[in-house]
């Protein structure tokens, strides 16, 4: 069932908290002594024994969370138990579980079963009545002993120690070490078992290793699947010489198609662990020096079949400090390998050198690419310990919780400083707090991530994150069958690292944002990452503007059925299009690219195209070369992000000052060009919307409010070209939100500090023909060309309005402030269509409200009201670049209280302001005289309104009216 996040978060200023990575958890046994050998309190024998060999967590049930150690302890945290025990989340005995009275020994491994039933094998007996089991056992939950498990009488397990066990999917069980018979019976060194402990005669190999298992794992792709892994002291399996590392057929034969011409792990003792990753690659460590005779010492990868990966750790050999008798044990084990889910790599061992840097001994984390990672400081590391075996403060067990938290298990007394026997927990993120949703519980004990402190998990269950929610995230994990989905105008802001193991949905105009710059900060693994872009309306034969905000999508991906001739990018240098035949090419980040809409959709009836771009979300720093052609330097950019980006921060970054220019360009193709009943042409908008610090200009008729300067997930746009190089692209241009739509109109007044003070103009016929340009006043604009405030006419409309400036067309002109009355701007227009056209004065900002705005018609000799009415004439084809000027005079206020416009009338008293309209009024919005917005209403639809218990008495205020034709009227009164 899909879960929706129902609540809204008011997103208040929260300074980021951080846990360091690699730093103890003091929340974990705070006060309790740990796993001590020998003696029980008060009279503890330290140097005895005691350390925990392995740990295990329960990941659901009644349980869930609490733990089992096992080892050579006798007593934990001064409570008798011997070899096992279970501890509560935060490390304090569970006095519910007791296990049975085991010989003298130790558990070395356990499984936790999908019943509760717990299997642990080592070097141990345990007798009741007439069995004596020896060396593994199956335990109830409460730890007392299953004598269901390989049930019989007199001695029954094996002759020798187990210190390997795994379970296969179906069951069965796995159990390697030294022993040689089962049940008095066979002579092999590792056998399968039946979930009921009896032995299971399809493992039917007669060969075996010719000394000890240490490690197994089960193959689960392909040709492999279900192939056995295995790793040890043994150089070989019978009749074949193969060091340490090898693989059976399910069976137990010998598979002679694993690392086929290698000799395998040489040197030093043994292969101690084998970590399958979800590829069925492997990561393999132990005490060795060579691997197939490639220097790779203690640690290395291969493929699926035993092949070595040679990109990884490339150039690095490992673990490279010698072995030394001053400290006892200091040596180049490495016992114990923990992928995290983002695929990190944590190692365990006695080892204090990786790839020649000197570490605190035992612990340390790996890159994904097997460098060594840095950021994972673990103090001074671990000291003291019993010195049982290769030495003192050595790890041999890394078992990974819930909450991205590891327990570390082993033998020592102390980590960076502080006292933790034989067992800590440590931090392994930047965060200081944890939030999980889970399908049971939603989100667990009500914890929602609202701040950077949070870890945040989804770790079962289908988790929505609401339109009009925005959540924040330190770090963020998806894990294997989760799902979540942020949906349209939501959005979920990440501090850190992002690892995908289950899906994790994007839909269209939601947003996902990074906040660091660290493109390896995103790791989908096994996991499924989609981005979803709806278009505008759209027939068969309109485009749009594409760019990607994944990694290395096609642009057949965007669109499969599209002609597969209709693929295309711009090239700068030639200033034209080129042709991408089938759609083949990758689509590189931060690039914009054109597709025509599918070959099946209608040529008539405009319809919604959703694309899902579907792979590892792009984050980071890009770099994207721009080039300056011989006639044009136009360059077809793209927001690389899946969230918006503001393109001010882009054009004004420092990085991109000096190679572009200030203005960019948005293809909005609203609608084609059709015939009329009479066979005559009859034009729409077809041109690019221009956007620059000044403001923007729409491209079709009725839309009152200009683009927003927030370029959509998605979205591509052109901007010229100042100098050949790169231009870069920042996390720090995303936004949370304003992903809405590829060509956004914002309903908000600008905001931005500097003044400004602009007004509109359109150029329009009775067929459609529609061109806007926009003259404003600015501070630090000048009357020639600024890149921030000035943009060339790009492109081509059937019309096209324009203000000139040092000889240059403008489709938006910055002046400067202060604004002087006597200020003129000579306008020019282009039209390929002869007839009847109409300038017209669109919008204005209140700035304007008391003067008179002129348009002077130089060649009829008439100076004309834009403000009373639409001024109409008559124009052949062609340019005209000396007919129109723009002027200005004062004006007189209207009478306080009322004030009446064309068709609409605005009355006011001491309890309401009164609209009344000729047409149906649609929306009443009203500011103050400093900007503010005060009042909104929309969906009106009546032709009179009021308005009543405004608090703004004995204020002027701005009234903008819209009624159902789209028309806008706006009013300024004394209230």
């Not at 150039?315 to 006892?328: A, L, R």
């Not at 998806?478 to 990440?494: F, H, P, Y």
């Amino acid at each position: 069932m899909r879960t929706k996040l129902l609540f809204i978060l008011l997103m208040l200023p929260i300074l980021v908290a951080h846990s360091q990575p690699g730093a103890i958890d003091l929340s974990f046994n705070p006060n309790g002594v740990g796993a001590y050998g020998g003696s029980l309190p008060p009279n503890y024998e330290p140097n005895v024994d005691g350390l925990v060999y392995k740990s295990r967590i329960y990941n659901s049930g009644i349980f869930r969370d609490r733990m089992l150690i096992v080892g050579r302890f006798s007593s934990f945290n001064g409570v008798p138990k011997k070899y096992i025990a279970r501890l509560t989340q935060n490390g304090a005995v569970d006095n519910s579980f007791s296990g049975p009275s085991f010989s003298a020994g130790y558990i070395y491994c356990l499984q936790i079963l999908p019943d509760n039933k717990i299997l642990v094998a080592g070097m141990f007996s345990v007798t009741s009545g007439a069995t004596t089991y020896r060396n593994i056992v199956r335990l109830n939950p409460d730890g007392s002993l299953d004598t269901s498990f390989n049930s019989g009488s007199g001695t029954r397990g094996t002759n020798a120690e187990i210190h390997a066990l795994t379970m296969q999917n179906d069951g069965k069980i796995l159990i390697g070490g030294k022993f040689t018979l089962w049940n008095g019976a066979g002579n092999r060194r590792l056998i399968r078992l039946n979930d009921d402990g009896s032995l299971d005669p399809t493992f039917t190999s007669t060969g075996t290793v010719n000394s000890e298992v240490r490690t197994i794992v089960v193959q689960n792709i392909g040709e492999n699947q279900g192939k056995i892994v295995i790793g040890g002291f043994f150089s070989g399996f019978t009749g074949v010489t193969k060091q340490k590392l090898l693989r059976l057929h399910p069976n137990g034969d010998y598979d002679t198609t694993f690392n086929q011409g290698g000799n395998g792990a040489t040197g030093g003792d043994a292969v101690f662990d084998i970590s399958l990753r979800s590829d069925d690659q492997m990561y393999v460590g132990g005490k060795f020096t060579h691997y197939n005779g490639v220097n790779k010492r203690s640690i290395f990868m291969v493929d699926a079949n035993g092949n070595l990966v040679s990109t990884w750790n490339q150039g690095g050999i490992g673990v490279t400090n010698p072995e030394t008798n001053v400290e006892p044990g200091s040596g180049y084990n490495i016992f114990t390998i923990k992928p995290q889910p983002n695929g990190e790599i944590l190692i365990g061992g006695n080892f204090t050198e990786y790839n020649g840097t000197q570490l605190p001994k035992g612990l340390a984390r790996l890159n994904i690419d097997g460098t060594l990672d840095t950021s994972f400081l673990t103090g001074t590391g671990f000291t003291g310990g019993t010195n049982v075996y290769q030495g003192k403060s050595v790890i041999r067990d890394i078992v990974l919780q819930r909450d991205g938290k590891i327990i570390v298990g082993g033998d020592f007394t102390d980590y960076d400083g502080t006292q933790r026997r034989m067992l800590a927990r440590i931090k392994t993120r930047n965060c200081s707090e944890t939030a999980t949703y889970n399908s049971i519980d939603g989100w667990e004990n009500g914890i929602l991530p609202n701040s950077y402190d949070y870890l945040t998990i989804i770790e079962s269950g289908t988790t929505v994150i609401p339109g009009g929610t925005h959540l924040k995230a330190c770090e963020l994990e998806v894990k294997q069958g989760a799902t979540l989905i942020i949906e349209s105008d939501a959005s979920l802001t990440v501090d850190g690292k992002i690892t995908i193991n289950g899906t994790f949905t994007i839909e269209s105009s939601g947003s996902l944002v990074q906040v660091k710059d660290d493109v390896n900060n995103v790791q989908t693994a096994s996991g499924l990452f989609t981005v979803k872009r709806n278009t505008t309306p759209v027939t068969r034969y309109d485009y749009t503007y594409w760019s990607t905000p994944v990694k290395d999508p096609t642009l057949f991906n965007v669109s499969p059925n599209t002609l597969f001739d209709k693929y295309h990018k711009f090239n700068p240098v030639t200033n034209n299009w080129q042709t991408i035949l089938n759609g083949s090419e990758i689509m590189t980040t931060g690039r914009g690219y054109i597709i025509r809409a599918p070959q099946t959709f209608s040529l008539v009836n405009p319809t919604v195209y959703t694309t899902n771009f579907v792979g590892v979300p792009n984050n980071g720093k890009y770099l994207v070369p721009v080039s300056t052609g011989p006639n044009a330097s136009w360059n077809l950019l793209g927001n690389p992000y899946p969230s918006a980006i503001d393109i001010n921060k882009f054009i004004n970054l420092p990085d991109n000052i000096g190679k572009v220019g200030g203005t960019i360009y948005l293809w909005t193709h609203f609608s084609d060009i059709v015939s009329g009943p009479n066979g005559e042409i009859n034009y729409s908008a077809d041109d690019y919307a221009a956007y620059n610090r000044m403001g923007g200009v729409v491209t079709m008729a009725g839309m009152s409010n200009p683009f927003s300067g927030m370029v959509a997930s998605g979205q591509a746009f052109f901007i010229e070209a100042q100098q050949t190089g790169l231009v870069s692209f920042t996390n720090q241009m995303r936004s949370a939100a304003d992903n809405r739509q590829f060509y956004r109109i914002n309903n908000e007044i600008d905001n931005e500090t500097f003044q400004k003070q602009r007004l509109w103009l359109n150029l329009t016929n009775s067929q459609g023909a529609f061109n806007q340009a926009l003259i404003g006043y600015a501070t630090g604009a000048t009357t020639g060309i600024d890149r921030d405030f000035d943009g060339k006419v790009f492109g081509g409309n059937y019309v096209s309005l324009y203000s000139i400036a040092d000889s240059q067309n403008l489709t938006i002109q910055g002046r400067p402030l202060p604004f002087e009355i006597s200020d003129e701007v000579v306008l020019g227009y282009k039209n390929t269509i002869a007839g009847t056209f109409e300038i017209a004065l669109s919008e204005y900002d209140a700035e304007f409200e008391n003067i008179g705005i002129l348009l002077e018609d130089k060649t009829l000799n008439v100076v004309h009201n834009l403000r009373e009415s639409a001024y109409s004439f008559q124009s052949p084809i062609g340019t005209f670049n000396n007919r129109f000027v723009l002027k200005y005079e004062a004006a007189a206020l209207t009478a306080p209280g009322f004030e009446i416009g064309k068709g609409v009338t605005v009355v006011t008293s001491a309890e309401a302001i009164i609209v009344r309209s000729e047409n149906i009024i649609k929306s009443v919005e009203i500011w103050d005289a400093i900007g503010r917005k005060i009042y909104v209403m929309n969906a009106i639809n009546t032709d009179s309104y009021s308005v009543t218990r405004l608090n703004a008495a004995n204020s002027v205020l701005i009234i903008k009216v819209t009624t159902e034709d789209l028309k806008t009227t706006i009013k300024k009164i004394r209230y």
